[in-house]
C-alpha cells in the first residue's frame, strides 16, 4: 500500500472527528507529492444551509493570495518591465507616505519581504470599482513610518496593495483581471474565484465567528474583506486541489501542468530566497522570502503561508526538495488545532519532517525584570500597554481603534508569559494558538521599543 493511499484512508477517517472536537464547521485538504493528489472534505460549507462541505468548494484563502500577488510581480521582472530593487516611485509617481525620506527610499523587494517599514494593518474601504486600489494607495499618505525601509521585518497588508497598484499601472488593468489572465488560464484553474461574484457560482463556504470563545460557530455576518485589500488577501477563493496546482507551478520552476511557462525558473527559485529573518514569533516562518514564508523544520526548508480572512482560515505547507504540498481550507472554530494534526502527521509519514509543536506557556515560567517591557505601544488599529502587577505578572491591555473598533472588536486584558529572553506567550489562547510577543530593540532609554508579534508595534515615548 503507497503512502498516499494511507494518508488518503487517514485523512477520510481523522478529518470529521477532528472538525467536530475543534469546532469547525467545514474544511477541505489536498495533498501532492509528486504530482499524485489525495483530497477530502468534511462538514457543511454554513451551518445556517447545511450544505455539505466537498473537495472542489471554494474557501477563501486569505494572505495565501500574498503569494499571488508577488507571483504576478515576479512575472513583470521576467517581462524586463520592473526592477525590484528600484524605488517603487518609478512605477507609482503619486506613492506618498507621511515620512517623504522613506516613500522615495522604499523598493519592490522591501515590499515582497515585509520590510518597507510603514504602518500595514490598515483596511480603507474605498468602494468596489475597479479604482479601489488605486484610491487605496491615495490613502496611504499620512501613513506613519514605524523603521528605516529594510531594517526588520513588520507585516504589512497595505504593502502588497501597493504592490497590488503596480500590477495593475505596469498590465493596465484591474488586479482581479491581473489574476485571471496571468495566473488562473495558464494555470488551468476550473474552481478558483478572484471575487463573490464568481465565487457564488461554486459551492462557496461562508466564514463563521464566536461571539465568545465556548460559543457554538455561527455564520459571519459579510462573506468578504473589502475589495481595495485583494491584493493583501481580502477575496481571493478557491478549492484546495487549484491552490496545489499553483503551488505545484513553483514545485516545477514556473511551469504548468499543460507545459506552459508561467514563471521563470530564475524567479520562482529567487522567491524562495531568504530575505530577513523573523523574530520568534508562533506559526510564523524563521524568515521570509519574496512574498513566501520560509521555515526551518528538522534541518529542511519548508515553504509556505497561512491565511485569515472573516471565519475563514487557510494554510499552506510545500517541502521543495520531496515534491510535497499540503493546503487544509477552513471555515471556522479552531482551526489551528486541526491545521497542527493534520500537517504534523502528513509531513512525519510523507517528508520525514517533525513539525514543532505549537508552543504553550510553561507550567512554571521564570520571575522577570519588567522594566524593559512596560510601556505603550500604539499602532493605527490599536493602542497596546504593558503592565506588571503586584505579584509580578505581566498584563497585555489591547484597546482597538480605528477600523477594529468600527467594527466591533473589544478590549482584552491578557497575561503575558515569559517563554525566553525577550519573547513572552499569552497565557489565553486565541483559536487554539498561544499568541507570541516579542519585545524588540532599545529607546536609547533602556526600554524596549517595539512589541512585535509578527507587525512591530512602536513604542509611545
Not at 94 to 105: M, N, P, Y
Not at 266 to 279: C, D, E, F, K, N
Not at 361 to 371: F, K, N, V, Y
Request: aromatic residues 6%; negative net charge.
Amino acid at each position: 500500500m503507497s503512502k498516499m493511499h494511507e494518508v488518503g484512508g487517514w485523512l477520510q477517517e481523522r478529518l470529521p472527528a477532528l472538525l467536530g472536537e475543534h469546532k469547525v464547521p467545514g474544511a477541505a485538504v489536498a495533498v501532492s507529492l509528486d504530482g499524485q493528489v489525495v483530497e477530502h472534505a468534511a462538514g457543511v460549507l454554513s451551518t445556517a444551509t447545511g450544505v455539505e462541505a466537498t473537495t472542489d468548494s471554494l474557501f477563501q484563502v486569505g494572505s495565501i493570495t500574498k503569494v499571488w500577488t508577488a507571483t504576478l510581480i515576479m512575472q513583470l521582472v521576467d517581462e524586463g518591465l520592473l526592477d525590484l530593487d528600484a524605488p517603487v516611485r518609478r512605477y507609482l509617481p503619486e506613492f506618498r507616505l507621511a515620512d517623504e525620506t522613506a516613500a522615495a527610499a522604499i523598493t519592490t523587494r522591501q515590499l515582497l519581504s515585509h520590510t518597507a517599514g510603514f504602518e500595514g494593518d490598515l483596511f480603507t474601504d474605498t468602494g468596489r470599482g475597479d479604482d479601489c486600489v488605486e484610491k487605496y494607495v491615495a490613502t496611504l499618505a499620512d501613513t506613519a513610518q514605524l523603521f528605516a525601509p529594510g531594517e526588520m521585518f513588520s507585516y504589512n497588508n497595505a504593502g502588497f496593495c501597493v504592490l497590488g497598484r503596480i500590477v495593475e499601472v505596469l498590465r493596465g488593468k484591474a488586479y482581479d483581471d491581473c489574476l485571471r489572465q496571468h495566473l488562473f488560464t495558464p494555470l488551468g484553474l476550473t474552481h478558483a474565484a478572484a471575487d463573490p461574484y464568481e465565487a457564488i457560482l461554486h459551492r462557496a463556504a461562508v466564514g463563521h465567528i464566536q461571539p465568545a470563545p465556548d460559543a457554538d460557530p455561527r455564520p459571519a455576518p459579510v462573506w468578504a474583506l473589502v475589495r481595495s485589500n485583494a491584493p493583501a488577501g481580502a477575496m481571493l477563493a478557491m478549492s484546495p486541489r487549484d491552490l496545489l496546482t499553483f503551488a505545484g507551478m513553483h514545485l516545477a520552476g514556473g511551469v504548468a501542468p499543460d507545459g506552459t511557462v508561467v514563471l521563470s525558473t530564475g524567479s520562482a527559485a529567487a522567491m524562495r530566497l531568504p530575505q530577513v529573518t523573523v523574530p520568534d514569533v508562533a506559526l510564523m516562518g524563521n524568515a521570509w522570502g519574496l512574498g513566501w514564508e520560509l521555515f526551518d523544520w528538522s534541518g529542511r526548508t519548508v515553504i509556505g503561508h497561512d491565511g485569515g480572512t472573516i471565519g475563514q482560515s487557510a494554510f499552506l505547507r510545500v517541502v521543495p526538495d520531496r515534491n510535497l504540498a499540503i493546503a487544509l481550507l477552513t471555515n471556522g472554530g479552531n482551526p489551528v488545532a486541526v491545521y497542527a494534526e493534520i500537517y504534523r502527521h502528513l509531513l512525519r509519514e510523507l517528508a520525514d519532517i517533525e513539525m514543532p509543536a505549537i508552543r504553550t506557556p510553561p507550567a512554571e515560567p521564570a520571575p522577570i525584570d519588567a522594566r524593559r517591557y512596560l510601556g505603550t505601544y500604539a499602532s493605527e488599529v490599536a493602542d497596546l500597554t504593558v503592565t506588571q502587577d503586584a505579584d509580578g505578572r505581566l498584563w497585555l491591555e489591547q484597546t482597538p481603534k480605528g477600523i477594529l473598533a468600527e467594527i466591533g472588536e473589544r478590549s482584552e486584558h491578557l497575561e503575558l508569559v515569559p517563554l525566553h529572553g525577550d519573547t513572552f506567550v499569552q497565557a489565553q489562547p486565541r483559536m487554539g494558538l498561544h499568541i507570541s510577543h516579542v519585545f524588540v530593540g532599545d529607546d536609547g532609554d533602556g526600554h524596549a521599543l517595539y512589541l512585535h508579534s509578527g507587525r512591530a508595534t512602536r513604542r509611545v515615548s
